[in-house]
């Protein structure tokens, strides 16, 4: 039996933490797909739970001064205003 987009995100966190983008790329998904990810995410988080387990998040921080941030997706730092943002990772414990 085939899995499903979200059995197979599953199985890749359950392995190691992975960026939204990473994880199109690991699956073979175009890059545009990336917001798709996170609506699976939300899922995910929902199902783990139900096994006992927990959809863990390393949140974006900024690369020039640190700054982390809370939400998943971060395009620009409001402290000092760079661009260089380390995208989240997510992984499941």
Sequence with gaps: MEKTLLEEIIDLLEKEALT????????GLE?????DVY?????IAKIVRRKGK???MIPP????CGFEFS??????CPRCKSE???QARFTIR
Excluded: H
Excluded at 20 to 27: G, T, V
Excluded at 31 to 35: Q, V
Excluded at 61 to 64: A, G, I, L, S
């Design 71 to 76: 939400k998943p997706k971060a395009t620009k």
């Design 61 to 64: 921080r900024c690369k020039n």
């Design 31 to 35: 890059p545009e797909r990336e917001k």
């Design 20 to 27: 939204a983008k990473e994880i199109c790329y690991k699956l």
């Design 84 to 86: 260089r943002i380390e």
């Design 39 to 43: 609506s699976i995410l939300d899922r």
């Design 54 to 56: 927990r959809l863990m």
